[in-house]
């Protein structure tokens, strides 16, 4: 860019962006001009709307930065990046790097340099704005790890360390023919299944919350399906349910075991929920997936990921659970409560693998 194309100053950029560009082109001129030769070329390139009053005496950049800014555009300019910071979004689809980068340019244009405002303006544009309205780098309940790391950070730099993890991380979205894992959340075991049968109430798989530390097996991982709409026909892939597109929160689900082939299942036995797996198809396989701490339907487009902890809930308005009771010297029991949001309801996925990416576990 030649000294004659170089835009004019008209408070549609930051004064210091404005000035460290018109110096990288004016010492393409060659020569040796002095400081107050350059500014009064400076001044050629400033809006009248702004510069006209030839009786102000500028001789330095500094002196050139300290009138921009004292300009009403500046005022305005600045205004209008918090605006754009405020409405700043960040999807599944988003592209982290270039969502920082815009971030950082907001921030710097906005002249938000106080590291508890920048937390602030950082928190309130995050997924699902989980973060409590007043900010005192104390953090809501049930709020995840890395939020905590964002709010606690020392350093601007260490901030964006950790949102871009915490970006990456909510990228890691549920889809339909995701194969993951659910862990409870007050017990860190495993919903699981096996190939042994109940032996009392029913004759169907057993389904249970198993401890594991080494890496899961097929009775441990579940496939995310479409819910059953025909009890003759099993769950298809069609429509805004297809392979490979996002599972929202709010939307109907089945979950089949990759050990046994079955998908979980409950229903009321003898005045009690009871939570299992089976073959057949019927609206009883069919589970709501939804966000533990924020109300998010399935109208709202919000993907199931795996920095959420979620809830699923049965079609008897019930949530699939689980506690400190032991079926036997490894199983943990399993079931449905009316309490849809008792922390014994509290899960959360792991993608092993879907169509993009597949975890290595050796």
Not at 88 to 114: G, K, P
Not at 350 to 360: G, M, P, V
Request: glycine fraction near 4%; charged fraction near 25%; aromatic fraction near 12%.
């Amino acid at each position: 860019m030649s000294f004659l194309t170089f835009p004019e100053y008209n408070g549609s950029c930051h004064p210091d962006d404005w000035v460290r560009n018109f110096k990288f082109v004016i010492s393409f001129r060659g020569g040796a001009p002095s400081e107050h030769e350059i500014v009064k070329i400076a001044l050629l390139k400033i809006s009248r709307s702004i510069y006209s009053d030839q009786n102000i005496q500028i001789s330095k950049f500094s002196q050139l930065i300290e009138f921009l800014k004292a300009d009403p555009s500046f005022k305005i300019f600045k205004t209008n990046s918090e605006q754009k910071l405020l409405t700043l979004q960040f999807t599944y689809l988003t592209n982290v790097r270039d969502f920082i980068i815009e971030l950082r340019q907001l921030l710097s244009d906005a002249e938000i340099f106080d590291l508890n405002r920048q937390k602030q303006s950082i928190l309130k544009i995050l997924p699902l704005k989980l973060f409590t309205d007043n900010f005192s780098l104390k953090i809501a309940e049930s709020q995840n790890t890395f939020s905590l790391k964002i709010a606690e950070s020392q350093s601007i730099n260490e901030v964006f360390i950790n949102l871009q993890n915490f970006l990456f991380q909510y990228k890691r979205v549920v889809k339909y023919g995701s194969v993951i894992t659910l862990r409870h959340i007050d017990t860190g075991k495993l919903l699981s299944s096996s190939l042994k049968n109940y032996t009392g109430r029913s004759t169907h798989y057993r389904a249970y919350a198993y401890a594991i530390d080494r890496r899961a097996t097929d009775y441990e991982s579940w496939t995310v399906m479409p819910e059953v709409l025909n009890d003759k026909i099993p769950p298809v892939y069609d429509g805004n349910k297809e392979k490979g597109l996002p599972v929202n929160y709010g939307d109907k689900i089945t979950l089949m075991n990759n050990g046994t082939g079955q998908k979980l299942h409950s229903h009321i036995i003898d005045f009690q929920p009871e939570v299992l797996c089976q073959s057949l198809n019927n609206h009883n396989d069919n589970w709501t997936v939804q966000h533990y701490v924020c109300d998010v339907s399935s109208d709202d487009k919000e993907p199931w990921n795996e920095c959420h902890d979620i809830f699923l809930l049965h079609h008897i308005n019930m949530g699939l659970s689980s506690r400190n009771y032991m079926l036997n010297d490894e199983y943990q029991e399993v079931t449905c409560v009316e309490d849809r949001k008792a922390s014994s309801t509290k899960w959360r996925a792991e993608i092993l693998f879907d169509d993009s990416f597949r975890i290595n576990n050796n």
